[in-house]
């Protein structure tokens, strides 16, 4: 998977606390086992009314938020069940940063596993970040190098990440290339069994 050292992109606001899993992609939809298709089913109940038609009072159909990078979210973004699937579909939909105040522990590192930066902000800071967001085309940096997210209009904030995760994300691994990363041990290993 590609790596993230510096990132720029629109921002699509999703002002609400407590989303879980099963909202980010629901089950139905789970029955595929590999990583591609998912986007399409992003928030489909919010998405989509019954009839399967565009919900028009969902801002994710607003048209000035196609092509939005970086969610931002409220408190406790994809509690719920421990689905792979809710980072498999943010990322196919095109999201690679999601910014909350805070995150439910495994979606959170489904989040780094599977290349989208997850980063949490103070709750004033994501505030300003969703006002900004609803009322014009608004868009974040984020610099995962120095541990920043920051606009043109001066809103500049820090934000921790472990060291681990942040060598991780920065060169494209996931755990099997760091596996792969001691062939020639293993190799060596199975040599002397």
Known sequence: MPGIRQFSGNVFPLNRENVDTDQIIPKQFLKKIDRQGFGKFLFY????????????????????????????????????????????????????????????DIFYNNCMKNGILPIRLSHSSVEVLLENATNTNYELSVDLEEQVVSDEEGFHSSFEIDPYWKQMLMNGWDEITITLSYDDQIKQYELLR
């Open 45 to 104: 109940h919010w998405r989509f009314n019954d009839n399967g038609m565009k919900n028009e009072d969902f801002p994710l159909n607003d048209e000035k938020y196609q092509g939005a990078s970086i969610l931002v979210g409220g408190n406790n973004f994809g509690c719920g069940s421990s689905r792979e699937h809710a980072p498999w579909a943010l990322l196919d939909y095109g999201f690679q940063v999601v910014i909350a105040p805070s995150f439910a």
